[in-house]
C-alpha cells in the first residue's frame, strides 16, 4: 500500500526557519519525482514545487511565490521528501502536502501543519 | 506563472449534469495531454479524478468525464450526488518543465 506521511510542522515565528519530511512507504521511491503543495487557511490548493527522480536529473522548480525562500530535496535510501522552508512570512501559514509525481498526483499525504505567526 | 482559470463556483441539483472548465494558454493545456482533475473535501488529501486529459483511474466512478478543446479542458460530472461536494482543480504540464495548476472551483449540490 502507498502511504506518505508529512511531518515536521509546527509553530514558527516570522523570519524562521522550518523542514518538512515527507516519508514513503509501498513503492520505490527513488523511481518517482515528488511534489509539494499547500492550502491556506480560505484558500485554494496552491504548487509549491517538485523535485524529480534522480534519473531525470533531480531537479528542483518551485512556485514563483517562494522561489528564493523554499528548496525542495530528496533522500533516496531513506525514501524521504524534504521541503526546506526558510524566511516564514505569516501568508505562509498553511497546510502541506506532498504527492508522488511532478504532473501527475495519485498519491497524496494527510498533510502538516505550518502557523507562522510571532 | 499565470494560474489556469476556473470558475469560482458551480452549482447543480442532485442527478443533474455540471461541466467546470479550466482554461490555459498554447503552452500548457493547448500543448499536452496531460490535464489531470483533483476532487478535495477540506481536511482530507486530494482525489485525482482525471488524468492525461480524458483518463480515469478504475476507482474513480464512470460518472466523472474529462475532455478538452484547445486551450480549454472540462471536467464533466452526470448524475451528481451529495458526495460529490468539493473542491475541484485542475492542472497541466507546461511548457519549461513546469506545472500549471488551476485557482479552483466549488461545486455545491442543491
Redesign the interface.
Same mark, same amino acid.
Given at each position: 500500500e502507498v502511504q506518505l506521511v508529512e511531518s515536521g510542522g509546527g509553530l514558527v515565528q516570522p523570519g524562521r526557519s522550518l523542514r518538512l519530511s515527507c516519508t514513503v512507504s509501498g513503492f520505490t521511491f527513488g523511481d518517482y519525482g515528488m511534489?509539494w503543495?499547500r492550502q491556506a487557511p480560505g484558500k &485554494?490548493?496552491?504548487?509549491v514545487g517538485?523535485i524529480k527522480s534522480k534519473l531525470y536529473g533531480g531537479?528542483t522548480?518551485c @512556485? @514563483?511565490s517562494v522561489r528564493g525562500r523554499f528548496s525542495i530535496s530528496r533522500d533516496d535510501f531513506k525514501s524521504i521528501a524534504f521541503l526546506q522552508l526558510n524566511s516564514l512570512k505569516t501568508e505562509d501559514t498553511a497546510v502541506y502536502?506532498c504527492?508522488r509525481g511532478?504532473?501527475?498526483?495519485?498519491y497524496?499525504?494527510? &498533510?502538516t501543519l505550518v502557523t507562522v505567526s510571532s | 506563472?499565470s494560474a489556469l482559470t476556473q470558475p469560482a463556483s458551480v452549482s447543480g441539483s442532485p442527478g443533474q449534469s455540471i461541466t467546470i472548465s479550466c482554461t490555459g494558454t498554447s503552452s500548457d493545456v493547448g500543448s499536452y495531454n496531460?490535464v489531470?482533475w !483533483?476532487q478535495?473535501h477540506p481536511g482530507?488529501?486530494?482525489?485525482?479524478m482525471i !488524468?492525461?486529459d480524458t483518463q480515469r483511474?478504475s476507482r474513480v466512478s464512470n460518472r466523472f468525464s474529462g475532455s478538452k478543446s484547445g486551450n480549454t479542458a472540462s471536467l464533466t460530472i452526470s448524475g451528481l450526488q451529495a458526495e460529490d461536494e468539493a473542491?475541484y482543480?485542475c492542472?497541466?504540464?507546461a511548457l519549461s518543465?513546469?506545472?500549471m495548476?488551476g485557482?479552483?472551483t466549488k461545486l455545491t449540490v442543491l
Open positions: 511534489s503543495f &485554494g490548493l496552491e504548487w517538485f531537479t522548480e @512556485a @514563483a502536502y504527492t511532478t504532473y501527475q498526483f495519485e497524496w499525504g494527510q &498533510g | 506563472q496531460l489531470s !483533483y478535495h482530507k488529501a486530494p482525489t485525482l !488524468y492525461e483511474p473542491d482543480y492542472s497541466s504540464y518543465y513546469t506545472l495548476f485557482g479552483g
